[in-house]
């Protein structure tokens, strides 16, 4: 929460952080942006390289963000490392994924600790490597206490599965008598998704040229703005997540309402 803790700490709400993009409201960032990182083995292949080596240059994508992301006093950043179809692909490709994620884990720990972020995972995570799992199980006890932006990686992650484990959970809360279906709403199920706290994503980021959400936070990005950039994964850098933030600013959020609606609620809140 840099930017936030930057202003509040200095009591000058107009200040903006040194190296922040000039055209952004520090004001109006998302709260939690969300990114399907996509791309990584198009952007090897058209180098000639094996698709492994673009999951590796992802990385250097992964960790600049981390550190926008923080900049700007975003709150939660998640990031679709696994997902469940992923487990499908060539084993190597797997087993290296893997690898990196423990890597990256193990080497991010110290900074993520200095900046007091905090690490969460979404998705099935008993089907990781024991070993990926223990790196991932440990960068989140690690960092529970943490009060700076919480870094979700998704893994081992579906929305539909999410969704299928929330009912499972709920179908057998309901036979212990524990909920009422009857009165069960909107906030009542979300109480059994893999995250119930965190807020829903402001803005969905996909890389990569595609257009379609591919099995994410189905629940989730009911009313997210969407970004598509068209970089591969491992371009997508600090400046292309600037312009995603300028992108979200420049949208209306109407949540089904009118514009007009919209203007009188902010009216309203102003005491107008
Ligand atoms: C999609 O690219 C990306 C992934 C399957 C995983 C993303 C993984 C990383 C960025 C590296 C490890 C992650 C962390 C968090 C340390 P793709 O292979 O589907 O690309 P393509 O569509 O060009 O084939």
């Not at 960790?63 to 692909?89: H, K, M, P, Q």
């Amino acid at each position: 929460m840099a930017a936030r803790v930057f202003r509040s700490s200095l009591m000058l709400e107009t200040m903006p952080k040194p190296n922040a993009h000039p055209e952004i409201d520090l004001d109006r960032v998302p709260r939690h942006i969300a990114i399907i990182m996509d791309g990584n083995g198009r952007w090897a292949l058209e180098r000639g390289l094996e698709r492994n080596a673009g999951h590796r240059e992802g990385i250097e994508s992964v960790r600049e963000v981390i550190r926008a992301g923080r900049d700007y006093g975003i709150e939660v950043l998640t990031l679709y490392a696994f997902s469940i179809e992923n487990w499908s692909r060539p084993k190597s490709e797997v087993a290296e994924l893997m690898r990196l994620l423990e890597e990256y884990l193990e080497s991010e720990l110290a900074e993520v600790m200095e900046n007091r972020g905090r690490v969460r995972s979404i998705g099935r995570l008993d089907r990781l490597p024991p070993s990926t799992r223990r790196a991932v199980e440990n960068a989140v006890r690690e960092t529970e206490g943490n009060d700076g932006m919480q870094i979700v990686f998704a893994l081992s992650y579906g929305g539909r599965t999410e969704i299928v484990d929330a009912a499972r959970r709920l179908a057998r809360d309901a036979e212990l008598g524990k909920v009422d279906p009857e009165t069960l709403d909107e906030k009542g199920f979300v109480a059994y998704l893999y995250a119930p706290d965190l807020p829903d994503p402001d803005l969905l980021i996909r890389t990569g040229c595609e257009q379609r959400v591919s099995n994410f936070l189905l629940w989730q990005i009911a009313y997210s703005e969407i970004h598509l950039s068209g970089c591969m994964w491992p371009e997508f850098r600090r400046s292309e997540f600037e312009t995603a933030i300028l992108d979200f600013q420049r949208r209306e959020r109407r949540f089904g309402l009118t514009s007009a609606q919209i203007r009188a609620g902010a009216d309203e809140t102003a005491g107008r």
